[in-house]
């Protein structure tokens, strides 16, 4: 892999990394600290459920 | 020490939730049809030294829930038995709210009641004295004006005199002997037996023995019983409205509500009105919204402008100018036209006319097999699915609000508005205007919003009719009196949304655009570049440099790991008009819809655009395929607006109907069919409409 060829590309590509970072633990929900679980109060129950 | 509670109760579209914001200082979503809030909210207040939670709960009728809202309201009631209790009640319809409050009281429960809308009742001659219904239910009553702050905090000196309401009712005898046998409270023993119509809940609402011995009764007793303990609440509300209520109500025949409505409300009548308001509104967005655009368009362009006479040529340079500023800029151009969506959508709601519209659309809805309720979350839809989705708690049938959840997606959201509104902007301008009032791009951009309401109504027949069967039950709903929004709250509501949108734009969209940029840079095709330095070589002429340095751009694009995913999707895309440049754009879509504009904007800018910046617009009227012909068309910028009025491509979306149907089956299901339905329609146009000869 070739390397940064000027301190601006360098900049340019941990911009992109946070970028890409902030974007993968968005879209996954992966967290850095933990957040408390919160259930949904109102879950449709299952419609196969036999009453 | 935990906070007490107080709890805000009352019959839906009573004023509980501007009751709340005016008691918390907060801007929570208000508005003029039932069903707005279906969720608990809360706020923390500090009263007389004390830490108060206040909490604003769904709408409800009574506490025998018939819709997933109303048991929010419900559960919570139950679960805080320790809690006061603000019984919202609006005094336009009092005998509603007063039966609520037979419901709500029990033993040990303190009570205070907000009456609501006086002012309003008092108009329509309803003379109510709180002081003689105060003295009456021996609880503190107090007539408020629910969006006055002062009048509003006087409630919360009211809660030390809250106490038990006094009630004469009149349970019948096997309430009675239900009660004793049962070892608990009249009030709590009437609760099962009118629960008892729910038997699939009502061991969780009313513990193990009392629930046992309501459903052991027979059917004939129960009805009976259910019939008594009805009456005797309705009983007891008419005789606390005699008492409150000093003159007689005047004969209200003739109200100005009611005569709107005799038009409004008209089968033709209401739908061509319906169309006028709603083709009015898209000429508006679509002419009346274009100098901000032109307006902000240029400051984009001013800003690229300006960085790269800050900055000297560099790769950093690059990715701020054809990344950041090109990726959130074009996205951004389209705020003034979802402010204007919104703020037309706020008035129509506020104003009690979308209930209208929900009343006049049943009679379609009910044709497909949904019930009327279901077009307000749809009606919400229009300007974003994931509080729809929520919305859908208000319909009682699971299957009804299934289908509606899993149709809605398909009303065209606000995120869509600025990708119709690029495509058709670059194909659809200066057409000739129809019958001679409305813009051609006004009326395409209609006719997207209108296909989008045939394709979720369609979507959910269908649904109705194969994998969700099941009857559908009647549409009771209450229509609002017709109320003149204050500018005040239509511009919180507006800003409240476009905020939303543009700190999605700084957050989503804005890391996208660096990361697509980071893909159309790299990696860099040293063929190419050796190849055009060695055609530079002895060039002189600046117009033929600059040929070059366009021809190595775009090269250098097309071998980019982007330009490669184009490539490769090209052949499933090419038959829909649309070349990898575009398809790069809808791969980026799937995120979040308004992302094809800034993921174009990149893509087209970095590829053509020199150092004169040229708007999106431009760039896209002017590009061109491989093969040298035009590349947006009449028909591929159609059969593009047709990908996007059915594809399912928002994330948050589908989190939600997961979040509410707690199974990753109903949203994958909800992706699948959405995103197949768009890509055959989009198919069938560009390819039928070639075959007749259109372009």
Known sequence: MRMPSSAGEAIAWVIVALAAIYLVTRFTGIRWRPKVLQKPDVPLSNLTKKR | MSASKLLLVGNPNSGKTTLFNALAGMRARTGNYPGITVEKRSASLEHQGKALELIDLPGTYSLTPNSPDEEVAERELRNCPEANVLVVVDATAISRGLYLLTDVARPGRKITVALTMADEAKRRGIEISAQALSETLNVPVRAVDARDREAARALLRDLENAAEVTLDLDYPGLVTKLARDADVPESEAARAVMGAAHPESIEERLGDSLAKRA????????????????????????????????????ATNDTRTEAIDRVLLHPILGLLVFALVMGLLFEGLFSGADPFIELIEGAVGSAQSLVRTMMGESVLRDLITDGVIAGVGNVVVFVPQIAMLFLAIAFLEDSGYLARVAFLIDRVMRGIGLQGGAFVPMLSGFACAVPAVMGTRTIASEKDRLVTMLALPLTSCSARLPVYVLIIAVVFAGESRVLGIFSMGAVVLFSMYMLSVLGALGAAAIMRRTILKGPTPPFVMELPPYRMPTLGALLRITWSK?????????????????????????PVHEESVAHYAAQREGVTDAAELEAIDQAQRAALLEHSAAGSLGKAIEPIIEPLGMDWRIGVGIVGSFAAREVLVSTLGIVFGSGEADEESESLREQLSSATRADGSQLMTPLSGLALLIFFVFACQCMSTLAAVKRETQSWKWPLFMFGYMTVLAYVSALLVYQVGGMMGFT
């Open chain 2, 215 to 250: 459903l052991a009764l027979a059917p004939e007793e129960l009805a009976a019983a259910q019939e008594a303990v009805a009456c005797a609440r309705y009983a007891c509300t008419e005789a606390l409205k005699s008492a409150a209520t000093s003159a007689p109500p005047k």
């Open chain 2, 498 to 522: 476009v905020k939303g949108f543009l700190i999605d734009a700084g957050s989503v969209i804005l890391a996208l655009s660096i990361v697509l940029w980071a893909l159309l840079t790299y």
